[in-house]
């Protein structure tokens, strides 16, 4: 019964990575750009869903609302102000640019509010509930619930919406799109607004689950999320699901068996692992690329 516990808390947890994962998934399936300020995203998602609860006495699902959508106007001007220029620049410059802008976030909300902590405060209901034994809260099912919603809402939009079509065609062949009167910028921004409200919405979810936030609460939690992606393949909107679901079972497991300080290493050997042994992750397909 212990085990079924952990593994509802372990697929709650993946669920976040998850969210986070697939905008650094939907990103580089489009620009094969790999944007590691998406973790600073979901903190700032996180604060604005604090201040939105604590500021305006909002309840959860709006302050969700509210992250979601400034999160994905915060997206869009990170592309058009720092990506868009380097759309044809070395992979390399691009890559330093989002370090640099990641770094620029953090240390920006640091001077605008301070580095102290943030404790978000109880809007989840707290109950919990005996299946076969085992005591699973509210929380955590209310959590995986609103993730897996978030997500089967962006498989609809992906596969059925006019949108989620371009975005298909700008990721299979860019000139093709634009030589058939697609909208290319426009296209990237959407990607870009997209993956950046999940990731807000990942950092409200954040907050409410585990109560304590500060501005560098994005850098682990991106990177984990950076190593769902690379598990499930990069590029691949299942992948990144499947991905962050099976690391944070993996975390959740690593620590019930008494290794917690183990559980952030756990995530890098599965990376390392995955280079290895299978680098194109669980959903990827090996392809020959001319250098």
């Given at each position: 019964m212990?085990?079924l ?10 669920s976040?990575y998850a969210l ?6 939907m ?7 790999i944007n590691?300020a998406?973790?600073d ?5 996180a604060?604005?869903?604090?201040y939105?609860?604590?500021?305006w006495?909002l309840?959860?699902?709006p302050?969700l609302i509210?992250?979601?959508?400034a999160?994905a106007?915060f ?5 058009r102000?720092a ?11 691009a890559?330093i640019?989002a370090i ?8 920006g909300?640091?001077?605008?509010r301070?580095?102290?902590l943030?404790?978000?405060p109880s809007v ?7 299946v076969?034994g ?8 209310l959590?995986?619930g609103?993730?897996i ?6 498989q609809?939009i992906?596969?059925k919406t ?9 990721s299979?062949?860019m000139?093709?799109?634009r030589?058939?009167g697609?909208n290319?910028?426009r ?8 993956g ?16 304590k936030?500060?501005?560098?609460m994005?850098?682990?939690p991106g990177?984990?999320?950076f190593v769902?992606?690379v ?8 992948g990144?699901?499947v991905?962050g679901?099976?690391?944070g ?11 917690s ?7 890098f050997?599965i ?7 299978k680098p194109a992750g669980?959903?990827g397909?090996?392809?020959?690329e001319?250098?």
């Amino acid at each position: 019964m212990e085990w079924l516990q952990q593994l509802v808390n372990g697929i709650s947890l993946g669920s976040i990575y998850a969210l986070i994962a697939l905008g650094y998934t939907m990103v580089y399936g489009i620009i094969k750009l790999i944007n590691f300020a998406h973790g600073d995203v979901f903190m700032v998602g996180a604060f604005i869903g604090f201040y939105a609860i604590t500021g305006w006495g909002l309840g959860f699902f709006p302050a969700l609302i509210i992250s979601m959508a400034a999160c994905a106007l915060f997206g869009v001007l990170i592309e058009r102000i720092a990506y868009k220029r380097l759309r044809n620049a070395t992979r390399i410059a691009a890559l330093i640019t989002a370090i640099g802008v990641s770094l620029l976030i953090e240390y920006g909300v640091i001077y605008i509010r301070g580095a102290q902590l943030e404790t978000y405060p109880s809007v989840l209901p707290t109950k919990t509930f005996d299946v076969f034994g085992a005591q699973i809260s509210s929380k955590s099912l209310l959590i995986l619930g609103v993730s897996i919603g978030l997500m089967l809402i962006l498989q609809f939009i992906v596969h059925k919406t006019k949108t989620g079509k371009a975005m298909r065609a700008v990721s299979h062949d860019m000139d093709a799109a634009r030589l058939m009167g697609i909208n290319v910028d426009r296209t990237i921004s959407a990607t870009f607004a997209i993956g950046s409200a999940l990731a807000g919405a990942a950092g409200v979810i954040f907050g409410a689950y585990y109560t304590k936030i500060e501005p560098l609460m994005g850098v682990i939690p991106g990177l984990k999320a950076f190593v769902a992606a690379v598990l499930g393949g990069i590029g691949i909107i299942p992948g990144a699901m499947v991905g962050g679901l099976l690391l944070g079972v993996v975390e959740t497991v690593v620590s019930a068996m008494g290794y917690s300080l183990w559980r952030d290493a756990a995530a890098f050997i599965i990376l390392i692992l995955i280079l290895i042994f299978k680098p194109a992750g669980i959903f990827g397909k090996n392809t020959k690329e001319k250098v």
